[in-house]
């Protein structure tokens, strides 16, 4: 006798929610980025509803704030910023997408979004593109210095290994990886030491590059 698929037990609450992106960024002097849109992820074998909640409701419209995804689905949620101004600069504000059973009213899980008001992209990409550069210059000098202790004739009695630059570039790195992400609000870290998706990646690119260094002396 075949035996019936049986669904397991949902506790509230605990139910992974997967969406992408967590972060929202709008500039002011770029129109395209006033939309944002949300993609929201079914994965699992049971439909789900969904409701988008914010802190701030009067300076954004969310299209479809309430909806439902099929099993193995995903659906767009769009947002608009409909309030740009300079007071908002730099203020974060939540969004919070609760998820629950079609069938049932409590919430199986939640997942907390966070949105920025920033002035320009072009500066925040400048402000980028220099600290990247800042990091690619200091590692440089360290490759440099590993390159002049090894070469052939001179003084030896110099230390083989990583250079002091070298380990401390590399403890940075493993720290911001260590630290939280922008929009995991349960950590007891301070908002201020959320870094960024970006900056995580810089960050394991840079560690990537210094095993190299160190994988070399």
Request: hydrophobic content about 40%.
């Amino acid at each position: 006798m075949q035996q019936q698929k049986r669904q397991p037990e949902l506790v509230e609450g605990n139910l992974p929610v997967f969406v992408f992106p967590t972060e929202l960024i709008f500039y002011a002097d770029d129109q395209s980025t006033h939309k944002q849109v949300l993609t929201l992820y079914n994965p699992y074998e049971f439909a789900l509803k969904f409701k988008v909640l914010c802190t701030t409701p009067n300076k954004y419209a969310v299209v479809d704030a309430t909806g439902a995804v099929k099993p193995q689905c995903c659906v767009d949620i769009v947002i608009r910023h409909r309030d740009v101004r300079a007071s908002y600069y730099g203020v974060i504000d939540k969004f919070r997408l609760q998820v629950s059973e079609q069938s049932q009213r409590k919430a199986l899980g939640k997942k907390e979004i966070i949105a920025t008001l920033l002035p320009s992209a072009k500066e925040q990409q400048q402000q980028k593109e220099e600290e990247e550069k800042r990091i690619k210059e200091h590692l440089a000098e360290s490759v440099f210095f590993e390159q002049t202790l090894c070469q052939p004739g001179k003084n030896r009695t110099a230390s083989s290994g990583p250079s002091l630059l070298t380990v401390f570039l590399g403890i940075v790195c493993i720290a911001a990886l260590m630290l939280p992400t922008l929009g995991e609000m349960e950590s007891l870290v301070p908002l201020y030491l959320h870094l960024s998706v970006n900056q995580k990646l810089v960050a394991a690119y840079v560690l990537g590059l210094i095993t190299m260094v160190i994988l070399r002396t």
